[in-house]
């Protein structure tokens, strides 16, 4: 069995995930990954052909890796929704790199669609369902809230990650919660949104 | 004279400035400035030295050239702050390779410091200034509002660079508009927002 069949697509992807996280996408060649992977650059030019097909496996590698970085795990939906918050938060500050590529345009490769596709995403969609009927609030209240969460998340994080401002991730977690606290108050929600908030445990 | 001293700084910067606009920031070095400038690359290593001095001063020749394009005109501090958010959504739209060197991190030389260093810039200062006294709310509410929406539609804007999200100009005037209009209810003024909204002219 030759060599190069041991080295698999699974493989390569990872050790390539692995130089994108650490050293930034400018860092990910054939020949970094062949370095990672203490083998000859041939597998690797033999299982992508060149570096545009490389991106896009690799785009869809780092997605799957921040998606499940951000998987809610509490059954408490307004604990799940900041638990999302939290680890699109936590995910740009810890792996910047991958934050960069994937949600700051480097990939090329990454497009959710229009406007709406934050709310058509599965999992999202699903948590939408939960949070109207226990906040008591339109499902179109319930879209806002949730779009709004994300673009204004995605502003503060994006600014840090840029270098434009300067702010620790704690200052962001308390920006965001502010802001999310008082989103809450304009829907017609009837629960006490302080209780609501002091409900979130930081995970 | 010889050549080489008519080849100015400022030359130099205004012909980087116009590849970075057209071909990203990518595509600057001092070849395709001399290019640009149709002299040798000799003038231009001589007042630049390298690369990073060069990206340095694009990037104070960038921003100066953003705040311009940003610069509100009107008297009516609404209409002002809404020429600021219509400037800065069209930078994006007109020329996203400028935005991504200077807010999406790729100058590396763009920082304004901390979160509240959106309120303590000279231009934004005087604005806010303006601001609170005519909504009748306190500057306290008043710089929430600015800061939420700046980071809001850096956030919307910054997506649709980042080629994450596809969107018109249309539709993120429109949904920019829309969350103002709902931030501005959050805020204590007496002010009917409807009426505050419809004086707003597209720039």
Chains 1, 2 share one sequence.
């Not at 493989?11 to 060649?29: H, M, N, P």
């Not at 059954?75 to 810890?94: K, M, R, S």
């Not at 802001?179 to 829907?187: A, I």
Request: with cysteine; net charge neutral.
């Amino acid at each position: 069995m030759p060599r190069s069949v041991q080295i698999t697509k699974e493989k390569i992807l990872t050790a390539a995930l692995d130089v994108l996280i650490r050293e930034g996408y400018s860092a990910v060649s054939i020949k970094s990954i062949a370095r990672e992977l203490n083998c000859s650059t041939q597998p690797i030019a033999w299982q992508f052909g060149n570096m545009d097909n490389m991106r896009e496996a690799l785009t869809m590698e780092a997605v799957t890796y921040a998606n499940k970085k951000m998987m809610p795990t509490s059954t408490d939906c307004i604990e799940a929704f900041w638990q999302i918050g939290y680890g699109y938060i936590n995910l740009a500050f810890n792996t910047p790199n991958l934050f960069r590529f994937v949600y700051m345009g480097e990939s090329k490769n990454y497009c959710r669609g229009g406007f709406n596709s934050f709310l058509t995403d599965k999992g999202n969609a699903v948590l939408i369902d939960k949070l109207y009927p226990y906040l008591n609030i339109s499902r179109e209240q319930a879209e806002m809230l949730f779009q709004r969460m994300i673009v204004y998340t995605h502003g503060m994080v994006s600014l840090v990650v840029a270098g434009v401002l300067n702010c620790t991730k704690e200052q962001v977690y308390s920006i965001v919660k502010d802001f999310g606290s008082d989103l809450l108050s304009l829907t017609d929600t009837a629960l006490d949104i302080g209780t609501v908030m002091s409900n979130i445990t930081e995970v």
